[in-house]
């Protein structure tokens, strides 16, 4: 499969993430655990937001000696396309790791230790699932038409579905952990697993994690396809889907108390789903532009955010 990802982007691109995520750590340790103000959260989102931004135009200008200045606008175009859709399709994610947190009585000084340790996880699957796909688009071209057919009916389950709520308690993979792994029922600070007797009992905080990183491959299973819509070249699929999860402990910090206030979101993420959807099983007949679909995902996630916060709620509109 054609890829512009030569070996020396590829050690620079992978050399990028583990330096952000050492750094984060270390700031992370540093700090201690505390409660992430929203002013922290915001700075944090605004810095691994530019450096993206940073890493795009670093793209560009390399591919613009390289090749001719459309193709480099082009790749450049794919990887702010494929970032916005990672991005957004990531606050679901986040709505779910919300319901986790307050499901096992998280504090919020613990939450930051179990959501990088669940990003890291999110990177390392992620990159195996984009190789893996990227490996069967390149020998089985129609599996994008089986990708594209999936996303429209997740999109349209997801419209469906958009509104109602989840309960944490009944999720079968949870009953199962609860059934198959000794547990214990107190939360111990960070701690993921105590020794009590002579038995290694997990903690809460270890079933969050496994939960975390469940959900993630569970909603990998959507995005990866999403952003296959819009390129098939593997190193621009890894390095925005990658980026686009490196922010995503502080997103979730910036936007948790926030569900409410964007409850129409969900209506906005299910039709960007079509739209990809519609946009791979189409692919053969006609290439919508790049351009076109960055200004269709980019208007249908603004337009549900803005009607959200025009719209109250059904709730409140009765209280009211």
Do not use: C
Not at 21 to 45: C, Q, Y
Not at 58 to 82: C, I, K, N, Q, S
Not at 102 to 125: D, N, T, W
């Amino acid at each position: 499969m054609h890829s512009v990802g030569t070996p020396g982007m590829w050690a620079a691109f992978i050399a990028l993430v583990i330096v952000a995520i050492v750094v984060d750590l270390l700031v992370l340790r540093s700090n201690g655990p505390h409660k992430v103000s929203a002013r922290e959260a915001l700075l944090w989102s605004l810095a691994w937001v530019a450096l993206a931004a940073v890493f795009n135009l670093g793209l560009w200008w390399y591919l613009a000696e390289h090749l001719p200045a459309a193709a480099a606008d082009r790749v450049a175009l794919e990887f702010l396309t494929g970032y916005l859709v990672e991005k957004a399709l990531a606050v679901d994610n986040i709505f779910v790791f919300l319901m986790l947190f307050s499901y096992f009585k998280v504090r919020p000084e613990f939450q930051q230790r179990a959501l990088i340790l669940g990003v890291i996880g999110a990177i390392l699957l992620r990159a195996i699932m984009i190789l893996i796909g990227a490996a069967l688009i390149a020998r089985f071209h129609w599996i994008l038409y089986v990708f594209g057919l999936f996303l429209m009916i997740t999109g349209a389950k997801m419209l469906w579905a958009a509104g109602d709520e989840s309960d944490v308690k009944e999720n079968p993979i949870l009953g199962f952990i609860n059934r198959h792994l000794p547990l214990t029922r107190e939360m111990d600070g960070e701690k993921l697993w105590i020794v009590e007797n002579g038995k290694r009992l997990f903690t809460p905080m270890f079933v969050v994690l496994l939960m975390i990183g469940i959900t993630d491959v569970i909603f990998a299973v959507d995005s990866i396809p999403a952003i296959f819509a819009i390129t098939t070249d593997p190193f621009i699929v890894l390095t925005s889907n990658v980026f686009a999860v490196l922010g995503l402990r502080a997103l979730y910090f910036l936007l948790a108390d926030m569900k409410e206030r964007f409850h129409l979101l969900a209506y906005g993420l299910a039709l960007v789903l079509m739209f990809i959807g519609a946009k791979m099983l189409l692919m053969d007949y006609y290439k919508i532009p790049i351009a076109i679909s960055l200004a269709v995902v980019a208007a249908t996630i603004i337009t549900s955010m803005v009607t959200s916060l025009l719209v109250p709620p059904k709730h409140l509109r009765v209280r009211s």
